[in-house]
């Protein structure tokens, strides 16, 4: 219990923290800030980037979707895809498990709870480990990042009960909602998964990871100036903060820790005001992205209600 305890306690003070770096770092560059700018001059940067994040939303869900054939569910339905683009604005609701929640019960309808409670608690990692893979690219800068492509290496069908079974436990010290007991036995006998690794839904992350570096490149461009050499190190550090706000449950959607995290490695090559500038706009259209998607399944849904 004191382990849990320490651990919550850990997460809530690093997500508060990091509000407080950004809040401070807003407040100290808050003259120099480049909100307003000439539209005809960027809106190519806005429209890309917009265009990049409501992709990325698409490739996320189709991941979704082939991690979910991975494990066994042999019926081709769009709806797998429906519920994951309207569910995904819901990762902003303090906690960030109730997308997580509003999938599992789509799936157990669907499925078995087996399969529901399995695809829905790896789906994080697969995105987790596609990033820190993107991230070991920086072992040109510091070698040791090589490191961070292990995670990848235990999505093997052979390794996943392992990971399976540590993530349960990680996710029910942070909120227990779901209750699945299992052993190696019953997980093998329960999931017809296939042999090997997942090479589909992993690319698909990896694509889905890269769409989104696209759409905050877009924005990044408008603030700030960089030669094409320096695109590696925005890159890596892009894909570092985006795993550390993944990784932060107290954090909806990564909001504060993401930024926070981007600007502490990067403000020593570019000015605080044009990563901030750059990290506003592009958390604004993310999430407008989210909603843009999301609405019109909310709408059918209300309108099928009536």
Request: charged letters at 15%; hydrophobic letters at 50%.
């Amino acid at each position: 219990m004191l382990k849990i305890f320490n651990l919550k306690i850990i997460k809530k003070l690093f997500f508060y923290s990091s509000l407080c770096y950004v809040t401070y770092a807003l407040t100290k560059n808050f003259g120099q800030l480049s909100i307003v700018f000439e539209w005809s001059n960027y809106k190519i940067n806005l429209i890309l980037a917009f265009t990049f994040c409501v992709s990325s939303i698409v490739l996320n869900a189709l991941a979704w979707k082939q991690i979910i054939i991975w494990f066994g569910h042999n019926k081709n339905s769009h709806k797998i895809i429906e519920i994951f683009i309207a569910t995904n604005i819901l990762k902003y609701v303090p906690g960030s498990v109730w997308h997580f929640v509003e999938r599992f019960n789509f799936l157990k309808q669907k499925s078995s709870e087996d399969l529901a409670f399995y695809a829905t608690l790896i789906e994080p990692y697969f995105m987790l480990s596609a990033a820190l893979l993107m991230c070991s690219f920086g072992a040109i800068y510091f070698p040791a990042l090589i490191l961070f492509s292990i995670p990848a290496f235990f999505l093997r069908s052979d390794l996943i009960y392992l990971t399976i079974k540590k993530l349960d436990s990680f996710k029910n010290n942070s909120i227990r909602l779901f209750n699945i007991p299992f052993s190696k036995k019953e997980f093998e006998s329960s999931i017809q998964f296939k042999k090997g690794f997942p090479l589909d839904a992993f690319i698909l992350e990896i694509v889905f990871l890269s769409f989104k570096f696209f759409g905050f490149i877009s924005c990044f461009y408008i603030f700030n100036s960089f030669a094409p050499k320096e695109l590696v190190l925005v890159f890596v550090t892009f894909c570092l903060s985006w795993s550390v706000g993944l990784i932060t449950p107290a954090a909806p959607g990564g909001v504060g820790v993401f930024e926070s995290c981007f600007l502490l490695i990067m403000r020593n090559y570019y000015s605080e005001d044009g990563i901030l500038s750059a990290l506003i706009f592009f958390r604004f259209i993310s999430t407008s992205s989210d909603l843009f998607l999301a609405t019109p399944f909310f709408l059918k849904k209300f309108i099928r209600s009536d």
